[in-house]
C-alpha cells in the first residue's frame, strides 16, 4: 500500500489537484441544480455500464434534454446513431428511470447518505452499485466508491486485492473498504480518491 500512498501523495502536489478540486466543486453544482439536470446526471451514469465513460459523456452532452422527453423508440434510435454498445437496454432503462424522477429527489431530500445507493439499487432498473455510487459522487455525495476494471486493475497492481472473477455486493463492498483505508490515509473522501486512481491509471480527469 505504501507505494500507491507516496503516488497520490506526489500526485496532490501536482496541477491534478487542482483540476479535481474544480471537478468536485462541479459535482457539488450538479447537486443543486434543477431535478431534470439530476436526471440527466443519473441517465449518464447508465449509460456508463460496460460502456466507455467519454463516449457517454458526448452522448451525454448531445441528448440533453431528450433523456426526459424522447419516447423509448426514438431515443433508442439515437443510442444507436451516437454510437452507443446497448442503445435498446439503455433506453428502456431511461425510460423506466423516468417513473422514478419524483421519488428520487424525495430520497434524496430525506434519506441518510447510507440510505441513498441501497434505494437506487433497489429502485431503478439497470443502476447497480457501482451506478448508484457514480450518480451519488456526481451529485455531490462523496463517500461512495466507484469501482470499474480501471480501479480493480489497479489495487491489484499495487498487490491490495486479488483479481476478482466477479463483482458481487459483497466484494464491492469488501473493495471498498480497501479504498477508503486508502482515503483515510491520505485525507481524501471516496470521490477525491476515485478521481486520483482513475488519473493514475489513465491519465485523464473524467467524471
Same mark, same amino acid.
Given at each position: 500500500?505504501?507505494?500507491?500512498?507516496?503516488?497520490? =501523495?506526489?500526485?496532490?502536489?501536482?496541477?491534478?489537484?487542482?483540476?479535481?478540486?474544480?471537478?468536485?466543486?462541479? &459535482?457539488?453544482?450538479?447537486?443543486?441544480?434543477?431535478?431534470?439536470?439530476?436526471?440527466?446526471?443519473?441517465?449518464?451514469?447508465?449509460?456508463?455500464?460496460?460502456?466507455?465513460?467519454?463516449?457517454?459523456?458526448?452522448?451525454?452532452?448531445?441528448?440533453?434534454?431528450?433523456?426526459?422527453?424522447?419516447?423509448?423508440?426514438?431515443?433508442?434510435?439515437?443510442? =444507436?446513431?451516437?454510437?452507443?454498445?446497448?442503445?435498446?437496454?439503455?433506453?428502456?432503462?431511461?425510460? +423506466?428511470?423516468?417513473?422514478?424522477?419524483?421519488?428520487?429527489?424525495?430520497?434524496?431530500?430525506?434519506?441518510?447518505?447510507?440510505?441513498?445507493?441501497?434505494?437506487?439499487?433497489?429502485?431503478?432498473?439497470?443502476?447497480?452499485?457501482? +451506478?448508484?455510487?457514480? &450518480?451519488?459522487?456526481?451529485?455531490?455525495?462523496?463517500?461512495?466508491?466507484?469501482?470499474?476494471?480501471?480501479?480493480?486493475?489497479?489495487?491489484?497492481?499495487?498487490?491490495?486485492?486479488?483479481?476478482?472473477?466477479?463483482?458481487?455486493?459483497?466484494?464491492?463492498?469488501?473493495? +471498498? =473498504?480497501?479504498?477508503?483505508?486508502?482515503?483515510?490515509?491520505?485525507?481524501?473522501?471516496?470521490? +477525491?480518491?476515485?478521481?486520483?486512481?482513475?488519473?493514475?491509471?489513465?491519465?485523464?480527469?473524467?467524471?
Amino acid at each position: 500500500m505504501e507505494n500507491l500512498l507516496k503516488c497520490i =501523495k506526489e500526485l496532490q502536489g501536482t496541477n491534478v489537484r487542482k483540476i479535481i478540486d474544480e471537478r468536485i466543486n462541479e &459535482f457539488k453544482k450538479i447537486g443543486k441544480c434543477s431535478k431534470e439536470r439530476i436526471f440527466n446526471e443519473l441517465c449518464y451514469c447508465i449509460l456508463t455500464a460496460n460502456y466507455n465513460a467519454e463516449r457517454s459523456i458526448k452522448i451525454q452532452n448531445n441528448i440533453g434534454k431528450g433523456f426526459l422527453e424522447l419516447p423509448e423508440k426514438k431515443l433508442a434510435e439515437k443510442l =444507436k446513431r451516437l454510437g452507443h454498445r446497448f442503445p435498446n437496454t439503455r433506453a428502456k432503462y431511461i425510460i +423506466e428511470a423516468r417513473k422514478q424522477v419524483e421519488a428520487l429527489m424525495k430520497a434524496l431530500s430525506e434519506l441518510r447518505s447510507n440510505d441513498l445507493r441501497k434505494w437506487l439499487v433497489n429502485n431503478v432498473k439497470g443502476v447497480g452499485m457501482k +451506478e448508484a455510487s457514480h &450518480f451519488l459522487r456526481n451529485i455531490g455525495f462523496f463517500d461512495y466508491a466507484i469501482i470499474d476494471f480501471h480501479i480493480v486493475d489497479l489495487l491489484v497492481k499495487y498487490g491490495l486485492i486479488n483479481p476478482p472473477k466477479t463483482i458481487t455486493k459483497s466484494k464491492y463492498l469488501e473493495i +471498498e =473498504k480497501v479504498l477508503r483505508i486508502i482515503g483515510n490515509k491520505t485525507n481524501l473522501t471516496l470521490g +477525491e480518491l476515485d478521481l486520483c486512481l482513475w488519473y493514475l491509471e489513465t491519465g485523464k480527469v473524467l467524471k
